[in-house]
């Protein structure tokens, strides 16, 4: 009786034990797909749409052959939707779960140009691209002022293209041509940095922003959106031309969107507005 009690006893040691080992494997197995580096989870969610339920308040995306759902949409966001199985959209959203994202509160799907790149992108992503003079420059690193008179700092990496400065950089006070990437914790990294010649000093004054409004364009014309660790608000007016858009107001909120700004010192002139996954 005493080694059947045993035996009994080890067996269910073991079963214990195994049952353990699986629940760790699990946890450590549960991945996400394209999670903030900062641990948030919100990301700009961005594919085809397969299919709707209406009972669940949500949609299934496909991203680059993985299947994503967003929960928590409204019956009209639903309807709205419904009939554009295979359009693609851009959802603002917080990951809730394995590939699993819930929509952030008060933002609306935007429906994207049929070659718009799927993907999970963090909030705030985008570039700019602007003519400066250099302020300090090393091997890494790279400051140059901004046609608002804000300084802009940059990492340089083994991908920047500086080759008009062949192994050299610019120098201080050098007109420099400057494209900037948002980096997924809001820093920048420069893509290319260019000399700037005679042709370009008409253009030393215009920065071109890419980002993602923050919330749809009000009556007044303000356009807010964010590239990068930069809110950026400016008002279009009446010579501002917009494209892809009906009007300045039909730019709703998560829209990627391409903006040229014309500056003054601290005077900013919308020139154009686009979608800039066009």
Do not use: W
Request: proline share 2%; charged share 10%.
């Amino acid at each position: 009786m005493k080694t059947f009690l045993l035996r009994r006893g080890r067996m269910l040691i073991v079963a214990v034990f195994s049952l353990f080992l699986l629940v760790v494997f699990a946890a450590c197995n549960t991945g996400s797909l394209g999670t903030n580096s900062n641990g948030s989870g919100t990301a700009s969610v961005t594919g085809s749409v397969v299919s709707v339920n209406t009972v669940t308040h949500s949609l299934m995306l496909n991203i680059n052959g993985q299947q994503v759902t967003v929960t928590g949409l409204t019956d009209q966001q639903l309807a709205a939707i419904q009939s554009q199985v295979g359009k693609t959209y851009t959802i603002q959203a917080t990951q809730s779960g394995t590939n699993t994202y819930t929509i952030n509160a008060g933002t609306e799907p935007q429906e994207q140009a049929d070659n718009a790149t799927s993907g999970i992108s963090s909030v705030g992503a985008g570039s700019i691209k602007f003519i400066g003079k250099v302020l300090s420059a090393n091997s890494t690193a790279i400051s140059v002022s901004m046609p608002d008179n804000q300084t802009m700092n940059l990492n340089l990496t083994a991908q920047t293209d500086r080759s008009d400065f062949g192994t050299g950089l610019p120098g201080v006070d050098q007109l420099t041509k400057v494209t900037a990437v948002a980096n997924a914790d809001g820093s920048y990294t420069a893509s290319k940095v260019g000399i700037a010649d005679s042709g370009d000093v008409q253009d030393q004054n215009t920065v071109e922003y890419q980002g993602v409004t923050t919330s749809a364009v009000g009556a007044n014309g303000s356009i807010s959106f964010k590239v990068g660790n930069r809110n950026l608000t400016f008002t279009t007016g009446p010579t501002t031309e917009i494209k892809d858009f009906a009007s300045a107001q039909a730019i709703g909120s998560n829209q990627p969107v391409k903006v040229d700004v014309l500056f003054n010192g601290s005077a900013a002139t919308v020139l154009k507005v686009a979608n800039s996954n066009d």
